[in-house]
Structure formats: C-alpha cells, structure tokens
C-alpha cells in the first residue's frame, strides 16, 4: 500500500478493533472507500475488477436504462457482505445533491480535492469492456457529456465538515447537474477507463490506490508518473479534443431521447442545441482545462476575513510575483500546504495586523494553487500596487533554487491564461517581481532571473506613468483608504508592515 494511504488504513482498522464497521467507516476519505472495496475483493478471492465494478454499480443504483446501454445489468450486492459495509458502499456510490446544498456519493482524495465515485466507477468500467486499447465504448458519455447538455450553471466546488474526519459536502453556491466533485470523478473515470483498456490491473482497490495514494517527493510532479490525481486536467486535455466531446454530448442527449421512447429532435431543435452546447463547451473548457484547479479556502482552514474586504475592479493590468521565503520548503502534500497557508495567515493577521493572508494566491509543489484572497478582494502584497494586480506567491526560499516546473507552469500558463479568459486580467497585463515595485529581495534571485523570460514580462513603470494610466495607488492614499475602513490604529500598523513581506 502507498504510504499516502496508509494513515488512515491504519486508522481505520484500530477502529475496526473497537466498533462497528458502520461507525469505522463513516469518514468519506478515498482512503476509507479503497478500504470497502478491498474488503469486497477479500470476500471473494476469485472475482475480478469487473466483478466488483458491477457489484459496486449494484450497491450505488447505477443501473438505469442509459447505463445498461453500455455496460450491460449491474449485480446485486454480495451476499457476504454484512449490512454495514453494504451501507457504507450504498451511500459512497449513489451521488446526489440535496435541497440544502450538500452533495452525496462523493470522497475526500489524499490530495485535498473531492471526487464523485460513480462517473469515476462507470468510466473504469467502461475501460474493462473494451475490446481493443484506446476504444473504449461509451466513456465519455458515461462520465461527463450525459450531464454537459448546455446547462447554464457548472460547478460548484464545496467544503467539507472536517478534513480529518469528513462526513458531510456542501456546495459553495447554486448547484448544477455538472458540480467540480462530479467532474473531477468524470475526468478520474476517463482517465483509467482510457488506460484499463490497455493495461488490465489485478485489483480494483489497487488501481485506485496507485491513482490516488502516490506521495511525491522533493521534485514534486516533475518526478511523478504521468497517471495520478494531481495530473486529471492534463490528462484529460490529451485525451480528447473539445469537438469530440460536443459530438458525444449531442449523443448523449440523442441516446437519451430514444431510451425514453422520444421521437428524434427536429432539425431547427437540433442545431438549437447544438449551440447551445458549443457555448457550454467553451465554459467547461475554461473553467476546467484552461484554469488551474484551486484549493478554497475553506479546505485549507481559512480563519475569515477580519472585516469587510474591498473588492477589486476587474479588470486589473499587473500580475506580481512573490516567493514566500518563510515557510522556507516547498509543500508537497495537501496537508503540509494547507498547514503552510494557515501559518501565513496566522502571520499575517496575528503579527502585521493585517485583515487577511496577503496574498491573492499561493502556488504549492503538490500540483495545486491555493486561494488566498481570491479574484475577487483587494489583496496586501505589494505596496501601492494591491488595487491594480494580483499577488501571486510560490510556497518556498527561492534565492538559489526555482519551484518546480510544474507549479510554475500553473502559474505561468494556467493562473494567467484563467484570469485573462475570466475577465479578471487585461489580455495585455503586464507581469513583474515583487522587486521591481518594493524595495525587497522577494522573490529571489533564481526566480527572478527566471520570469524575466515569461511572457508578459515588464519594466518597471514610473510612478509618473502609473498615475497618468490610472494604475497607480500611492502608499499614502492607500492608508486615508485603510483608515476610513478600519480605524487609525489598526491601519497604522498593518501599513508599517504591508511592504516588508516576501
């Protein structure tokens, strides 16, 4: 077993010692699912990873008319398995979103975000009834264009209860037939199913652990394997093209109409809906390929905002790029980033004063970027410049060494490309170190001397210049600001130290 899911194996049979299965089993961590489905292969030595999928298909409900289509009849639950494993698998596997915002069938994953397991199940399946490697029957409209049919709404993301023990998702906004969770698993599903119809693994429980329970090591992604979770977004960029995935949604529909004993749409309905998937095809695209994916704060353990923020005014023209210098190591896994970004929180509001962490946000060497204060709220970061760009730190010292290729890349071509496309930054945004405005080393010479080669690069303005663009704050009126919103004392000393930071 990888070490990464080891923890709470371990956990889980301690408590296996002293309760019940039911209550042992009730954290939703990924962990704990591969846990359940280890226990069912152990049930019964002989059965295959088909075997289980249709059992844990079963076990979820997923048996209507459109999944039989391509998978054929589910199997009911084992007979072996007692009533609390039986449960617990029924409640990990049927996904749905009730009316007070919380969303079923999904888990926790050792890198912090949350997968829907029957996209990600049915997908997996799908891959085993291949017949040759690289056709795989049914997979997309198994675990995504079935619900990519021109909705106005996608996403949202959610937080859980608790980390380390997680029970109950809910949803940060409006819910969407296409939420991040069930798109992560429709992603998750593609991905293996792509890959189990060439490579058959011996254990369902091992597939996912090798998926999801690899820890990294000090090069972070640059030195992992190309098939784990962290990697989803890439992954499923080069599998397929967005054409190919219209055509498939327009399919699902098409498949749908006629399982229901519908007459074909009409031409006129047809392309209707054909443009309307396009528009909703180019939404998805941004929101899940172009963009990087972003841990919110709450997953992370975010203290509020201590008063009211001021919200920027979108769009804004510079980007300025931090190291954080202390914590001085790059963060590797989700618990030891989420720790980092709390600790400069704590910093920053405890030590500077300040209302929040100052960053908009922080890149880690885990393969994910963490939210700050977001696209949304006026950061602290770089003084005189908080109300024209985003602050964007690299977890680490990098004086003498770069983060990894991966985490800049994020930044570099994910972050910039996702607020540009947002509407967030101006298409000609111009990108510069925190040195190059502040008197300060941040954010190190190695880095430096490394976005000095990025697109979008600039000069330094003078201040003459930024004022007559209108992009230029200056110091003093951004504490007559601070004043005004949150008392002299406090402003005085968050002020003092707001261009000290690196």
């Not at 709470?8 to 049979?13: K, M």
């Not at 998805?284 to 001021?310: N, S, V």
């Not at 696209?375 to 680490?396: C, E, P």
């Amino acid at each position: 077993m990888h070490k990464g899911c080891r923890r709470h194996a371990l956990v889980l049979f301690v408590a296996l010692l002293s309760s019940t299965y039911a209550e042992a089993m009730a954290s939703m961590h990924m962990e704990d699912f591969i846990e359940a489905v280890r226990r069912v292969e152990d049930g019964d030595p002989r059965s295959d990873p088909l075997s289980v999928l249709r059992r844990l298909r079963g076990a979820g409900g997923l048996d209507d008319a459109f999944v039989r289509h391509f998978l054929g009849n589910a199997k009911p639950a084992g007979a072996e398995w007692d009533a609390s494993l039986s449960d617990y698998l029924s409640k990990a596997v049927r996904h749905m979103v009730t009316e007070n915002a919380t969303e079923e069938g999904v888990v926790l994953t050792p890198d912090g975000t949350t997968v829907a397991l029957a996209p990600l199940l049915l997908g997996i399946e799908a891959g085993f009834l291949a017949n040759m490697a690289g056709r795989v029957r049914g997979l997309y409209q198994l675990t995504l264009a079935k619900d990519l049919d021109g909705s106005p709404l996608l996403g949202p993301d959610g937080c859980w209860d608790s980390v380390a023990s997680p029970q109950v998702f809910t949803l940060l906004g409006d819910p969407s037939a296409l939420t991040t969770a069930r798109v992560n698993g429709g992603m998750d599903g593609a991905v293996l199913g792509m890959e189990v119809s060439a490579r058959r693994p011996a254990t369902l429980s091992g597939l996912l652990t090798e998926y999801y329970c690899r820890r990294l090591h000090s090069r972070g992604l640059d030195a992992a394997p190309r098939l784990v979770a962290p990697r989803r977004r890439e992954n499923f960029r080069g599998l397929v093209a967005p054409p190919v995935l219209v055509r498939q949604v327009l399919k699902a529909v098409q498949l749908r109409r006629s399982l229901a004993g519908r007459p074909k749409m009409e031409v006129r309905e047809k392309n209707q809906l054909s443009a309307l998937v396009r528009k909703g095809m180019k939404e998805f695209i941004q929101k899940y390929i172009d963009c990087p994916p972003i841990i919110p704060r709450c997953m992370w353990g975010a203290e509020p905002y201590r008063g009211a923020p001021t919200n920027l005014s979108l769009p804004l023209s510079f980007m300025y790029i931090h190291h954080t210098y202390s914590p001085g190591k790059p963060c590797l896994t989700f618990q030891q980033c989420a720790a980092d970004m709390r600790s400069m929180q704590r910093f920053h509001q405890e030590d500077r004063g300040w209302d929040d962490i100052g960053y908009s946000f922080v890149a880690g060497s885990d393969g994910y970027i963490y939210e700050g204060r977001g696209w949304l709220w006026q950061g602290a970061h770089t003084l005189g410049h908080n109300s024209v760009g985003y602050g964007v730190s690299f977890i680490g010292d990098y004086a003498t060494r770069l983060p990894s290729q991966h985490s800049m890349g994020l930044v570099r071509d994910q972050l910039a490309a996702c607020a540009v496309g947002g509407g967030r930054l101006v298409p000609d945004f111009v990108l510069q170190g925190h040195r190059q405005v502040v008197a300060t080393s941040c954010p190190g010479q190695a880095l430096y001397d490394e976005i000095t080669g990025w697109e979008h690069f600039g000069v330094r303005m003078s201040r003459g210049e930024m004022r007559r663009a209108g992009q230029f704050k200056s110091p003093g009126a951004e504490l007559l600001l601070q004043i005004a919103q949150r008392g002299l004392v406090q402003s005085l000393r968050a002020f003092s130290h707001q261009g000290k930071a690196s």
